[in-house]
C-alpha cells in the first residue's frame, strides 16, 4: 500500500530511537506500564511518532489496565488502517499509521462503549500534543 510518508530504512534509523525503529518499522511491542502516555490524562491529540500524524483523541482514551495507552476509536476514518496479524500463534487485528504505515499496534473487541473496541497502542509509537 502506497503510503504519502516514504523513507528508506536507513532514513527511519536515523529519524527514529531504537525502541520507535523496533515498534513503528519492525511492528514490536513496548514492555506494559513503561509508556508515560499510559497515564495520560490530559486533553489533547497523539499523533504517530514516525510521521506526525493525528491517530488518536484524548477524549476517546480509556484506562484499559493493560499497560498500554488505550483509546475507544481513532481520531477519524483516515487517521489509522488495519491489517491482519497472524503472528504469535494467534489471529489479531494490528493498526497502522495510515499516513506513513508505522506499527502503532493491535485492536481488540473487549473495549467499553460506545465501540466495545479496545484500540491497544504502544506509547513509544506516539507523541502527544495537549489542547
Request: glycine content about 10%; some cysteine.
Amino acid at each position: 500500500m502506497p503510503y504519502r510518508v516514504t523513507r528508506t530504512d536507513a532514513e527511519w534509523r536515523r529519524l527514529l530511537t531504537d525502541d520507535q525503529y523496533a515498534v513503528l518499522r519492525k511492528q514490536g511491542t513496548e514492555r506494559p506500564f513503561t509508556s508515560p502516555l499510559d497515564r495520560e490524562k490530559r486533553r489533547g491529540v497523539f499523533h504517530c511518532a514516525g510521521c506526525n500524524w493525528p491517530v488518536f483523541s484524548s477524549a476517546d482514551k480509556f484506562d484499559s489496565g493493560t499497560g498500554w495507552p488505550s483509546f475507544t476509536r481513532p481520531i477519524n476514518a483516515r487517521a489509522t488502517g488495519t491489517s491482519i496479524d497472524r503472528s504469535f500463534f494467534s489471529v489479531r487485528t494490528e493498526v497502522h499509521c495510515a499516513n506513513c504505515g508505522g506499527h502503532l499496534g493491535h485492536v481488540f473487541p473487549d473495549g467499553p462503549r460506545p465501540t466495545g473496541q479496545r484500540w491497544c497502542m504502544n506509547g513509544v509509537a506516539m507523541t502527544f500534543r495537549p489542547g
